[in-house]
């Protein structure tokens, strides 16, 4: 950590917010016709570090695992899943109205105050359903309502005994999915942090009922690990366990894994104790059995879940706040994004120092070698230096320049984003020497 970023800038979440605008991250939706509330468009650079987090998260809970899976379920549900589920019934924020401004407001995070004009005039609260209701077919009638999913859990428990069967896993093991879910917020904000449309990463964790309890200490243990790992400050973070009164209706015990954004602390992922809750209503309700027979004991039982469950698009805008830096670089001010070179958009840009000729060929040369390795960005645009700076700005950790030297020597120079440091690097090394320092 720099001194600069030790004193986080008090207008951090502007100066995100207008980065992301200008460099192609993140664009309002539909801009060109006024926009549309609380919706976001990824760019160029967004959809490659959304993509990254989603990847490293993946990695760590599927690929370097042998005991979970992945699934890729429905968007689209049968109302009948969310009945059984209990979020019909239980899904619900308390939802007041201003009467002197007519804005809406959760309740429970505003007080007895309008936050837009002051008012004490507001309504009483009323439960306000978050599901995104549709019809599935021709006819807008009862029988054909449909869900879009406010979370990808429930795919997760109603192909349990599919997975069960078919992967040959027995408890404790894991289902993991990433994808989109959809709740009708009452008051998004924030930029992407809350938001109507948003991605999950969750995982369901099926488990012998008596090691329930030592399993949710395990999985908040890794996941607080995971986010320090990718280059969180750990004083930026902090486990809190829910009061009895905050339990949602399936918990027993649940956690929440914290950041502190410019706004104050707030929830990067839930990890949850569901018990069986959500098997056995599913169970119930469908008439299968999801249970697991453990042949080796005699035993039959529903397994308990313990569940991570961290929002993507989030989790990408506190590794942005976290990686985001200003210094001075040979005694001009210079924006950084010091990202952990698993998530940066790019990981190598490629410069040939002149737009002559005579370095194009070898400079697309050193580019393809680097392609098949990882994510590379080519700018021949303005000088070296502002090159440079561009770089810096959207997180790429190294740049290769080709300049005409390298025609001589057949070399290249590795500039580090964060010490700026430069190394001549033999371009039949190129590839090692990067791999080394990205993987």
Known sequence: MTEASADRPADLLEKIVNLCKRRGFVFPSAEIYGGFRSTYDYGPLGVLLLRNVKDAWWRAMV???????????ALLSSPKIWAASGHLENF???????????????????????????????????????????????????????????????????????????????PPFGIAQVGKSFRNEITPQNFVFRTR???????????????????FSYWLEERFRWYRDL???????????????????YSAATADVEFLFPWGWDELEGIANRTDFDLSAH????????????????????????????GATRTMMA????AYDEDEVGGEPRSVLRLDPRLAPYQVAVLPLSKKDTLEPLARRVLGLLQPLCM?????????????RRQDEVGTPYCVTVDFDSLEDGAVTVRD????DQTRVPIAGLVDHIAARIA
């Open 63 to 73: 690929q370097l695992r042998d005991d979970v899976v992945g699934l890729d379920a």
């Open 92 to 170: 619900t924020d308390p939802l007041v109205d201003c009467r002197s401004c007519h804005e809406r407001w959760r309740a429970d995070k505003i007080g007895d105050r309008c936050p837009n004009c002051g008012s004490t005039d507001l309504t009483e609260p009323r439960s306000f359903n978050l599901m995104f209701k549709t019809h599935a077919g021709p006819v807008e009638e009862d029988a054909t309502v449909a869900y879009l999913r406010p979370e990808t859990a429930q795919g997760m428990f109603v192909n349990f005994a599919g997975v069960l069967q078919t992967s040959r896993k027995k």
């Open 197 to 215: 449309e948003f991605e999950q990463m969750e995982m369901e964790y099926f488990v012998p009922p008596g090691e329930a309890d030592a399993w």
């Open 231 to 249: 280059g969180i400050p750990e004083e930026r973070l902090r486990l809190r366990h829910h009061q009895a009164d905050e339990l949602s209706h």
């Open 283 to 310: 169970a119930a309700a469908s008439g299968e059995k999801l249970e697991y027979f453990d042949q080796a004991t005699g035993e039959r039982y529903t397994p308990h879940v313990i569940e991570p469950a961290a």
């Open 319 to 322: 590794f942005l706040l976290s």
């Open 376 to 388: 590379c960005d080519y700018d021949v645009t303005q000088s070296i230096g502002k090159r440079y």
């Open 417 to 420: 984003r964060d010490s700026t």
